[in-house]
């Protein structure tokens, strides 16, 4: 995912429904604008933590289906069995 991807995903977490959206075709923090009036901007800083914490969420997700193929592979299972199973 790109970090234009990941702007717009972090600030789907944020809060429910259509509260932002962006002044310009540059999808960034400097052209965010807020469609919700009960809704404050939130920092750059708090967008910023919020795409880190996803992305490390992430990179976990990731490392654990690595992790659990190797245990099945480890336990005998064939690449097909395995891929049968979880789809990797």
């Known amino acids: 995912m790109n970090e234009q991807g990941w702007l717009n995903y972090a600030l789907t977490q ?3 429904g259509q ?3 962006f002044n310009s ?3 960034n ?3 965010l604008i807020m469609h919700d009036s009960s809704i404050t901007k939130p920092t750059e800083v708090d967008v910023n933590a919020k795409i880190q914490e996803l992305k490390d969420a992430d990179t976990n997700t990731i490392a654990k289906k690595a992790s659990g193929k190797q ?3 480890d336990l005998g299972l064939s690449e097909e069995e395995v891929q ?3 789809g990797v």
């Open 14 to 16: 944020m809060h429910s």
């Open 19 to 21: 509260w932002f959206g």
């Open 25 to 27: 075709k540059a999808q």
């Open 29 to 31: 923090y400097s052209t």
């Open 71 to 73: 245990k099945l592979l």
């Open 84 to 86: 049968a199973l979880i």
